[in-house]
């Protein structure tokens, strides 16, 4: 299918760039599923050298992959022709503190951030019957989640980092939780890097896309990405 987008993004500074706010538009196609508006604008205050506080919120727009439209009846998963696109309002503050030396420590940092997503009409894989999987559009959903990270060098050569992410997501209507959208970001790796090493390469590709959709910038999205095109690979033999 054809696809295309442009971006239009400004960078505004003020009090010696402390201050910085990003507006930006984002006009984006997709063949059949129309094209978007998608606004967003960002803010980054940094009152100290060593805090930085940022802020975003944005208009966010996701077509249903070509697993998710049109995945082969295998008996037990399918695709949905039928779904329709995923849209959300996504909201997010956070802060940062950083030190470039705390004794035998350097490059040591402790980072904090709130999350808060409005979607439209989510798409999650659900059991719709006894032995089959298949994805669906649930309706309105909320999402709210925190995330924590931290980390410093030793000896130069040593890295110590930790992180960790909180979801609640839940659908509007009904206050369950939202399918497939698992409270820790540690479990959704840990459930989809499970099913590679038990040879369920569809499980395993399906839980690292989530991963990477949700976190696109989780500390283990670049594992994600590597062991998603092996899952894939694996497939197509």
């Keep these: 299918r054809n696809a295309g987008a442009f971006v239009l993004q400004d960078d505004i500074g003020a009090f010696e760039q402390r201050v910085r706010?990003?507006?930006a538009l984002r006009w984006d196609r997709t063949e059949g599923f129309g094209a978007r508006w998608l606004p967003r604008i960002g803010a980054i205050v940094t009152?100290?050298?060593?805090?930085?506080?940022?802020?975003?919120?944005?208009?966010?727009?996701?077509?249903?992959n070509f697993d998710e439209l049109y995945f082969p009846d295998r008996g037990f998963v399918r695709g949905n022709p039928a779904l329709q696109p995923e849209e959300a309002t996504n909201a997010d503050v956070g802060a940062k503190i950083a030190a470039a030396r705390l004794g035998p420590v350097t490059d040591a940092f402790l980072e904090a951030?709130?999350?808060?997503?409005?979607?439209?009409?989510?798409?999650?894989?659900?059991?719709?019957?006894?032995s089959l999987v298949e994805p669906r559009?649930?309706?309105?959903?909320?999402?709210?989640?925190?995330?924590?990270?931290?980390g410093?060098?030793?000896?130069?050569?040593?890295?110590?980092?930790?992180?960790?992410?909180?979801?609640?997501?839940?659908?509007?209507a009904t206050d369950a939780f939202l399918p497939g959208r698992a409270a820790d970001e540690t479990s959704v790796y840990g459930d989809a890097f499970a099913a590679l090493k038990a040879g369920r390469y569809a499980d395993a590709?399906?839980?690292?896309?989530?991963?990477?959709?949700?976190?696109?910038?989780?500390?283990?999205?670049?594992?994600?990405?590597?062991?998603l095109g092996e899952a894939q690979f694996v497939q197509q033999q």
């Design 21 to 23: 706010v990003i507006p």
């Design 113 to 130: 951030a709130y999350f808060h997503n409005d979607v439209d009409d989510s798409i999650v894989f659900l059991l719709v019957s006894p």
């Design 152 to 172: 410093f060098r030793v000896f130069d050569w040593v890295d110590v980092s930790a992180s960790y992410t909180h979801l609640d997501a839940r659908i509007d």
């Design 137 to 150: 559009n649930t309706g309105a959903a909320t999402i709210d989640g925190v995330e924590l990270s931290g």
């Design 205 to 227: 590709a399906r839980g690292f896309e989530l991963y990477l959709a949700k976190y696109p910038d989780g500390p283990r999205a670049d594992n994600a990405t590597y062991w």
């Design 47 to 64: 009152p100290l050298p060593w805090v930085r506080m940022k802020g975003n919120l944005e208009r966010s727009f996701r077509v249903p």
